[in-house]
């Protein structure tokens, strides 16, 4: 009998295939109207999302005849496979189903003989949770060693014939802590590689990042099914758009192939719950989503931290032992030239701003422009440069000579040295003739390569989007005495690095609404191993007046989010810093909403 329906792979083996018999077609379009993200890929065939495709399965009830429906065999285990895990998620989450596979007791004993890295009690507790999972969320702050305790996972996963090798989506600013730790704790038993368009079937552990992961994916498709796989996305709110976004949809796609999903993010909601889903969806795929809008229904966060708390683990700053960290506001005011062109600038977008509000893309420049005109006027004639990540770029500002405006930009730099230059100058000074080095944060590489000529005495180490021998300027840091001073953007070194050991001192020119990257950032330099009487500062500088303090407004609102459905009061302590006398873009709805208040109450005065 010739099938009215097949299901299977379709030739990337990423999406489920539908093909209809001729007489069926009506009901393949109807039942494709089910599934929003599903397409027409020829006249009788169709292709959903895997992930999609499992969370709405019960669509197929509706199918006229039930009989003929033929499945391929691989797609049909990996859809047995995954409704399963969905059930035990439903089974973890009623409490049914807690029991550990391996105990914090054990750890050490499951582990692979060559094993050789130490582990604290809380890393044992984290990677026990995980190993019982199966599939999990390590949201651990960041310092906490999330690395570790995700190999440690899998060498006993691997010991026990779950999973032979370990695909690891990340930022390549991480490449180094993967291959630092592996040599670490599994020397001479992990062949790692970076993915380079090629993926030898050799190694054990494959480093991709991001960005390629959508132009590869044949590839890496072909490597994840050769053998049983642990994937794991490190840093994984990177994907937090989801099937919408290109890197959510490329994990999303991969996730299902892979025996073990894991993900390891400290800032897994930095917007609030929408970025939850993303994450918890590529982990159990098909009921993940619905597991966060039920936990998070009617916005009791308090119950939706304990709802879903069985489904990961979390080290928290507090359990790392380690010294508070000092938060302090500068705030800065704008000399008589700089406020002119600040309120200029703002005069000039009000209007355009408030006609546009629709434009989320046109407000977001405007921003940035606000962002710059609060530091330093001269990065808006200057622009970003191509360095920039596509988040922060906006041209430069095109005046017209016998615009009032255009003056004032050409007096500004023959009379004034912008106030936030000259605290980060006086912070470094000081900080520098008691021997302590500063990290230095500023979100634009024009203020970076500015500063960097500022603070040439303190013989600055610069690190950008393009700097060439970026593994030389960190180690310059690290080890020349003469080197007080590192300038970057969190854009480029806010994750997969650690600083702690030689520096202890932090300042924030400005900051923009991502919360996530602003948390990942500070914890460069407050990390796991710190000295017990080690003194963490860090200053962030704000012009008075300006969009700054949006900004901090609402980095607050959404820390104290984060925060309480983490059920983790350091995260929430974060947001609003103390205030301290002057010594001398991530946009959401809410910012935005945020930003339109700002500019009437500008109107008004």
């Given amino acids: 009998m010739q099938p009215s329906l097949f299901i299977g792979f379709d030739l990337t083996r990423t999406q489920a295939k539908l093909v209809a018999a001729s007489e069926f077609r009506e009901d393949l379009a109807r039942l494709l109207a089910r599934f929003p993200s599903g397409q027409m890929t020829e006249r009788l065939a169709a292709a959903i999302p895997v992930d999609e495709f499992v969370g709405n399965l019960e669509s197929l009830a509706a199918w006229p005849a039930p009989e003929s429906v033929v499945w391929e065999e691989s797609f049909r285990a990996l859809v047995t496979a995954m409704l399963a895990d969905a059930e035990r998620s439903e089974r973890l989450l009623a409490g049914e189903d807690d029991e550990l596979v391996v105990h914090d007791s054990d750890v050490a004993d499951a582990l692979e003989t060559e094993w050789s890295g130490d582990l604290t009690p809380f890393q044992r507790r984290d990677v026990a949770k995980l190993v019982s999972l199966g599939h999990g969320a390590n949201f651990s702050v960041p310092g906490a060693g999330k690395t570790r305790v995700t190999l440690a996972a899998f060498s006993i996963l691997r010991r026990r014939g779950e999973v032979v090798r370990l695909l690891v989506v990340c930022p390549k600013s991480a490449y180094e802590a993967w291959r630092e730790e592996g040599e670490k704790c599994l020397a001479g038993t992990l062949e790692i590689q970076i993915f380079d368009g090629k993926a030898s079937l050799s190694a054990d552990v494959l480093l991709v990042n991001y960005e390629r992961l959508d132009r590869s994916l044949g590839t890496i498709t072909d490597w994840l099914e050769a053998l049983p796989t642990m994937m794991v996305l490190d840093e994984a709110h990177r994907m937090k758009l989801g099937a919408a976004g290109v890197y959510g949809a490329a994990c999303m796609a991969l996730g299902p192939l892979s025996k073990v999903r894991m993900i390891l993010t400290g800032t897994p909601a930095p917007n609030g719950p929408k970025d939850l889903e993303s994450l918890f969806a590529f982990v159990w795929p098909g009921r993940g989503k619905r597991v966060v809008n039920e936990a998070i229904d009617g916005g009791n966060l308090v119950y939706a931290s304990r709802a879903l708390k069985p489904l990961y683990t979390r080290t928290t700053k507090q359990e790392l032992g380690l010294p508070p960290v000092s938060l302090v506001t500068r705030t800065v005011d704008l000399p008589p030239l700089h406020r002119e062109i600040y309120d200029a600038i703002m005069g000039r977008f009000t209007d355009r701003a408030a006609r546009s509000r629709s434009d989320f893309d046109a407000i977001g420049r405007t921003v940035l422009r606000l962002i710059m005109a609060a530091t330093s006027p001269a990065l808006l004639a200057e622009g970003a440069t191509r360095y920039e990540p596509l988040s922060l770029r906006v041209p430069p500002l095109e005046i017209p000579p016998h615009d ?28 520098a003739a008691r021997g302590r080095k500063t990290l230095v944060w500023a979100s634009f590489v024009r203020s970076l390569t500015t500063l960097g000529v500022l603070l040439e005495d303190f013989r600055p180490a610069v690190v950008h989007g393009g700097t060439a021998d970026r593994d030389e300027q960190i180690e310059a840091f690290r080890n020349d005495p ?89 995260v929430q302590q974060l947001g609003d810093p103390y205030e301290e006398p002057s010594a001398v873009a991530g946009m959401d709805n809410a910012d935005l909403k945020a930003l339109l208040a700002h500019i009437r109450q500008h109107r008004i005065s």
């Fill in 404 to 431: 009032p405006l255009h003056s004032l930009l050409a007096s500004l730099s023959a009379y004034e040295l912008p106030p936030k230059y000259q605290e980060v100058l006086a912070i470094v000074q000081e900080n």
């Fill in 482 to 570: 003469a080197c007080a001073v590192l300038i970057s953007n969190p854009a480029t070194l806010g994750e997969g690095i650690s600083l702690h050991q030689v520096c202890h001192d932090a300042v924030y020119v400005d900051r923009d609404f991502q919360a996530g990257r602003f948390l990942q950032s500070l914890d460069r330099i407050h990390r796991l191993g710190l000295a017990p009487n080690t003194q963490t500062r860090v200053t962030v500088l704000a012009s008075r007046g300006t969009v700054d303090e949006v900004v901090a407004k609402r980095l607050n609102e959404k820390l104290e989010f984060m925060g309480k459905l983490l059920d983790d009061s350091s």
